[in-house]
């Protein structure tokens, strides 16, 4: 039975100032990026170091307290709301890193560190770390919903990143899982398991993280095109080549004029892609040529680039900025974003099928997406004064999610479950979701991790 009020009480002893029950601090940790409700916990814990995280869960478990892990709450499916109440950790204060391994491209960070920050330490030594969702997540809060971002196309998503983890269990225990060897043959593979399980199995306190070195050249491209389908078509034809691009992105017309507005970028508003080429300098010059004639043959403009680094940053800059820029066209309203994921043989039908139904149905509902790899992003814009329209987008949101079922694919390619699509689990995994639930109680009989998200536990 959860004695919460208990819980607080005895955290209270441990961590001091450490625990906020402020509500200008519950409300900070109850709020999302997207169209969920405020929903604060009850309380906040800053832990120092990871026996902090274990006394904390050793404390909650034996009150049957919920515990939400926190980074800086940028997910947007309602991850790390406390639906259930209880005690949300933030790691604002472990933001270190740990250890770099230049010689073995690897690095060792706590889980509060942002992608940013990380990037910035690690310039002096010509290596950078590649994935890049957009927002300046941390690392602990992109390696449990296993993020991926722009550059996934080249250097794929959290999966493939991290090689080894520190992780906190429900009952307290601190295990490690995984090496800094680059493979392992060795037992279950828990690292794998961690990633993407949503703080509901364990908590993140460390992560191995893969690094790659500086490329010798980066070129940055920008193209126009007369439909979203032939910039998409453009796009497949290029991977079904093999084109090894770093960044593939699709911006759509209304997207475009809402980065125009917000970022002063000055380009038609129409369909473009966003690209982005590393390598050699020899490479980088064949592959941006290989991808000009592809999008030269289905309509595309010229190629604009952006070879100084100010220039690329201005450009990716506006794109990651995108979730703001939209919402800036329609100031006042709220957004519901969500994605999909499909094989790269139907991603151009299935954009133009999500386009045609919100348009059919006058809904502002610009799209964009990675699509080197078959991911795209739809962010409906809501009046809150008609409750309606929240209605119809949820309805437009479900068609897209089957719609990428239907295809083969994946009702998110990088938002993750949460508790926002968790009734899709059952059409995608069909019994495995189950089996899934089985692993969560084995791990967390009492269902304190970040209850309520990812798995249906009864």
């Not at 309602?78 to 770099?100: C, E, N, P, R, W």
Request: hydrophobic share 40%; aromatic share 6%.
């Amino acid at each position: 039975m959860s004695d919460i009020a208990a819980a607080i009480t005895e955290l209270q002893s441990l961590l001091g100032k450490r625990l906020s029950t402020a509500q200008a601090v519950l409300d900070q940790h109850g709020a999302s990026e997207t169209y969920f409700a405020l929903t604060p916990p009850d309380a906040v814990a800053f832990p120092a170091h990871t026996g902090d995280v274990s006394q904390i869960v050793k404390i909650c478990a034996k009150h049957g307290c919920p515990i939400i892990p926190w980074g800086v709450g940028t997910s947007l499916e309602g991850h790390a709301l406390a639906i259930k109440g209880g005690v949300t950790i933030s790691f604002a204060q472990m933001d270190q890193i740990v250890q770099i391994y230049p010689e073995d491209l690897l690095a060792v960070v706590q889980p509060g560190i942002t992608r940013e920050t990380l990037n910035e330490e690690l310039r002096a030594t010509g290596l950078f770390f590649p994935v890049d969702p957009g927002a300046n997540a941390t690392i602990g809060g992109m390696t449990a919903t296993r993020a991926s971002g722009t550059t996934a196309v080249r250097y794929g998503t959290m999966k493939e990143n991290v090689l080894a983890l520190e992780v906190v269990l429900a009952d307290g225990r601190i295990i490690r899982t995984g090496t800094r060897a680059k493979k392992s043959s060795s037992g279950y593979d828990l690292t794998h398991l961690m990633v993407g399980s949503e703080g509901t199995l364990g908590i993140i306190t460390e992560v191995t993280l893969r690094l790659q070195g500086q490329p010798e050249a980066i070129a940055a491209a920008v193209c126009e095109f007369p439909t979203v389908e032939a910039a998409v078509n453009t796009v497949i034809m290029a991977v079904q080549m093999g084109v090894p691009m770093a960044r593939m992105e699709l911006i759509d017309a209304l997207s475009m004029q809402a980065l125009n507005q917000y970022s002063q970028l000055g380009l038609p508003e129409k369909p473009h892609l966003f690209m982005e080429f590393h390598g050699s300098k020899t490479s980088v010059a064949e592959q941006s040529e290989t991808l000009k004639e592809l999008a030269t043959d289905m309509g595309g403009s010229d190629f604009q680039w952006s070879t100084k680094t100010e220039d690329r940053n201005k450009l990716w800059h506006a794109r990651h900025n995108a979730f703001f820029a939209t919402k800036a066209l329609k100031p006042g309203f709220f957004g519901m974003s969500t994605d999909v994921c499909v094989p790269i043989s139907k991603l151009a039908e299935a954009i133009k099928d999500t386009a045609d139904e919100a348009a059919e149905h006058g809904m502002f509902a610009p799209i964009l997406g990675h699509v080197g790899d078959g991911n795209y992003h739809t962010l409906f814009l809501i009046d809150p004064a008609k409750p309606e329209e929240l209605v119809l987008a949820q309805k437009l949101s479900h068609n897209m999610n089957m719609r990428a079922l239907k295809m083969g694919g994946t009702v998110t390619g990088e938002h993750g479950i949460g508790m926002g699509k968790m009734k899709y689990m059952a059409d995608e995994h069909g019994a495995a979701w189950s089996v899934m639930a089985d692993i969560k109680r084995a791990l967390d009989p009492q269902n304190i991790m970040n209850p309520g998200k990812v798995v249906q536990i009864n």
